[in-house]
Structure formats: structure tokens, C-alpha cells
């Protein structure tokens, strides 16, 4: 069934597979009752003064229980080539007014906020603000305003992260050369933005049980992939992963990628449109469902299913203005199967 389907809704027969979305994640962390301000470790906030050891002094001061760290309004410079590193049971509790500025620098590698094999761990607020603008170096590709590599219980929410010379959010697992591959557990991200990055708003690596809900991001390019969100697993498989109420908006590539090694993708009630690439690529996807999505504007097609993908069910959605004059509505590659596109979908 390759090449393009037209402007009619085609019904393929799909297998057995359930495509029902697992149960929600519980986003709440455990975490101990303290509560430490980073101005107590000698944080100014004045966007002058390198604010990295302050904030780490914070974190380490917490007790084994954990607990929150406040950070009240203000300005505070941090170098991501030393990074603020996160610990379990810990909430990074930023105020409305709070700006996480980057140092510039010319590391291709280099984190404003760095979560690794932790748990129950919580970000919230304020804005993380990269050096894109102020970069040193012309490579390199990952300078993240948070990076998650191998934890267990992370929720993100309720912030504002632009300008980073890689990703907004990089979440996934880690390789470690003294075991086995640690895959991501149960991330939760809510109420996010990310506008403005050079390499993705959002990447989601080797990791099991991932939601993303009521997150926007928008404007994303400066070096391939230029995705709102990549599901690209570094190691293993991505599997088990929601994303729903998102918008995703004037990507340089893509609105959406799924490529290889990724299953059980659900994408529903999005708002996809203006990315210059496809609205939802799939490469290699395996038992998906895009439902109920408003599916428009973009400079390819509006869903692509290429290289072996299967079990895809696309339902509900609203398609419109994809491709050249229209007619990139939907495209599936003669090496996918049992895929269904819906009567329910309306093509305009």
C-alpha cells in the first residue's frame, strides 16, 4: 500500500494488538521535608555573579531524606560546563521570577541542570535560558538546558527553556561500561515550553513510561534533526510513551519524530502544524496510535510511516494543508504493515 493515500479516508486492516495507552503516571516524587534557599549557600541572583557552586552547595546540603531547594526571583548565571547536579528525593523549586542563565561557552557537551541515575526527582518553574546567542564554538550539538540520563522518577513542569545550542530537555538512559544499560523510568513532563533551541525542543532516548502533557515546542532548528520532539533511543528501546494536549509548532524539522527502536508511542489531542518537515515521521514505529490530532500546515507530509513500521493505528485527526498544494496528507511506505488509517479521519 505504498505512495501517497489521497484525500479519502482508506481503511487497512490492522492486527490484533491492544492499542489502549497504559495506566497515567503518578507524577508526585518522594522526597524529606527540608527546605533549603540557595541565597542561605551565597546565590545572588544579580546575573553577574557565577552562580553554579552556590546551587550546589544547596543540594549537597540536604539531608539524606532529601528535600526542596528554592529559588526566588532573580538572574542566576550557571556554568553548564560544570553543571548543576541534581540528587534523589530532591525538588528544584524555581519561583516565577527565577532565570537559570548559561555561561557561554565552547564545550560541545555541557548542561545548565544534569540529572543521572537519580530518583524522585522534581523540577518546577522559572526559566532556563541557554547560550545559543553567545556560544563559543561552532560544534557540537548537545549543550541541553536539562539533561536526564538513567533515572527513575523524574517530573518536569511549569517551565520556560529556550535558546539552548542542543536540546531544551534531553531525557533517556545511560550506558555504563561497568554493567548493563540503564534505561529511563517513569518521566512525567507538564506544562513545558521549549521555543528557540538549536537541535530539539525535546529528546526522549532509552526509556519506559513517558508523558508529555500540555507542553508546547515550537521554533526548534540550527542543526538537524530540528525536532519539536525526537523519540531516537540511544541505547535499548523507547517504549510505553504518551504524548497528549501538546503543541508542537514551527520546527525547522519534523513536529514529531519516532526513529527506530521506539513501540507504543501514543500521540493524541495534539495541535501539530507549520514544522517544515513532516507533522509525525515514523520510522520503524511499532503498535502506535495517532488519534485525534489536528494535523496541518506542514512542509511534508502530515504523518510519514517509513521503514518497516506496524501495528499503527491513525484515527480522528484532522488533516489539512500538508505538503505542496496539499497533498501530503498521509504517506505509508510499501515495507510497513497492519497499518489502519480510520474512516473517522477528515482530510481538508
Request: glycine content about 14%; some cysteine; aromatic content about 4%.
Amino acid at each position: 500500500m505504498g505512495g501517497l493515500l489521497k484525500l479519502t479516508a482508506t481503511a487497512v486492516a490492522c492486527g490484533s494488538a491492544s492499542f489502549a495507552a497504559s495506566a497515567a503516571v503518578v507524577s508526585g516524587r518522594e522526597r524529606g521535608s527540608a527546605v533549603i534557599d540557595v541565597r542561605a549557600h551565597g546565590a545572588k541572583g544579580d546575573g553577574i555573579h557565577d552562580e553554579t557552586s552556590s546551587f550546589q552547595a544547596a543540594i549537597n546540603a540536604l539531608p539524606e531524606a532529601g528535600g526542596t531547594i528554592t529559588v526566588p526571583a532573580g538572574a542566576y548565571l550557571i556554568d553548564p560546563t560544570r553543571s548543576v547536579k541534581l540528587r534523589s528525593r530532591m525538588h528544584l523549586s524555581l519561583a516565577a521570577g527565577a532565570r537559570l542563565l548559561a555561561r557561554p561557552n565552547a564545550s560541545p557537551r555541557a548542561y545548565v541542570l544534569l540529572a543521572q541515575q537519580l530518583e524522585d526527582v522534581e523540577i518546577s518553574g522559572g526559566r532556563i535560558i541557554g547560550e545559543r546567542d553567545s556560544h563559543l564554538a561552532a560544534s557540537g550539538e548537545w549543550g541541553h538546558g536539562i539533561r536526564i540520563r538513567g533515572c527513575s522518577g523524574v517530573t518536569v513542569r511549569d517551565i520556560h527553556i529556550s535558546r539552548c545550542w542542543g536540546d531544551g530537555i534531553s531525557a533517556g538512559g545511560i550506558i555504563s561500561r561497568a554493567r548493563a544499560s540503564q534505561p529511563g523510568r517513569d518521566y512525567v513532563f507538564e506544562n513545558v515550553v521549549c521555543t528557540g533551541n538549536r537541535r530539539q525542543g525535546l529528546t526522549i532516548g532509552s526509556s519506559r513510561r513517558v508523558r508529555v502533557r500540555n507542553c508546547t515546542f515550537a521554533d526548534t532548528g540550527g542543526t538537524p534533526p530540528g525536532a519539536g520532539i525526537d523519540i531516537e533511543p540511544d541505547t535499548g528501546i523507547a517504549s510505553d510513551i504518551v504524548i497528549e494536549d501538546c503543541l508542537l509548532r514551527g520546527n525547522r524539522g519534523p513536529g514529531i519524530s519516532i526513529y527506530k527502536r521506539a513501540a507504543g508511542v501514543t500521540i493524541r489531542r495534539c495541535t501539530i502544524d507549520r514544522n517544515r518537515g513532516d507533522g509525525i515521521l515514523a520510522v520503524t514505529a511499532i503498535d502506535c496510535v495517532f488519534a485525534d490530532n489536528i494535523i496541518r500546515d506542514n512542509g511534508l507530509k502530515g504523518i510519514a510511516l517509513k521503514a518497516g513500521s506496524r501495528n499503527v493505528r491513525v484515527a480522528g485527526n484532522r488533516f489539512s494543508s500538508n505538503g505542496r498544494g496539499g497533498k501530503g496528507q498521509v504517506r505509508v511506505a510499501d515495507d510497513s504493515r497492519e497499518i489502519r488509517i480510520e474512516a473517522d479521519n477528515v482530510f481538508e
